[in-house]
Nanobody, 120 residues
Framework: QVQLVESGGGLVQPGGSLRLSCAAS????????MAWYRQAPGKERELVAT???????NYADFVKGRFTISRDNAKNTVYLQMNSLKPEDTAVYYC??????????????WGQGTQVTVSS
């Protein structure tokens, strides 16, 4: 079993910042790509950012220059630093992890989601 626990969401004014965290635990042998997705009301889930096992980040165009994804391999944790937030960033943010379990099974695991609301 692999579990993801997210934290850091909340209400912030436009132009503000938030930092999301997602910690993986359980029967993990190795974590490969870690990612953040988001889903706004009435819209499909969309990819926000990814970071490879080697730490290489990649971003959706709509967050480039504002969001930063990073990871701490010692803590099995991925972060999303969100700056210059806009009302259109309002969504439920989901952590996503590709990992190899202790039983050598490749798994993709989703977090429970954390609400980010950008409003004045």
């Amino acid at each position: 079993q692999v579990q993801l626990v997210e934290s850091g969401g909340g209400l912030v004014q436009p132009g503000g910042s938030l930092r999301l965290s997602c910690a993986a635990s359980g029967s993990i042998r190795r974590i490969n790509t870690m990612a953040w997705y988001r889903q706004a009301p009435g819209k499909e889930r969309e990819l926000v950012a990814t970071v490879t096992g080697g730490g290489a980040p990649n971003y959706a165009d709509f967050v480039k220059g504002r969001f930063t994804i990073s990871r701490d391999n010692a803590k099995n944790t991925v972060y999303l630093q969100m700056n210059s937030l806009k009302p259109e960033d309002t969504a439920v943010y989901y952590c996503n992890v590709d990992c190899i379990t202790s039983g050598f099974t490749l798994k993709t695991v989703w977090g429970q989601g954390t609400q980010v609301t950008v409003s004045s």
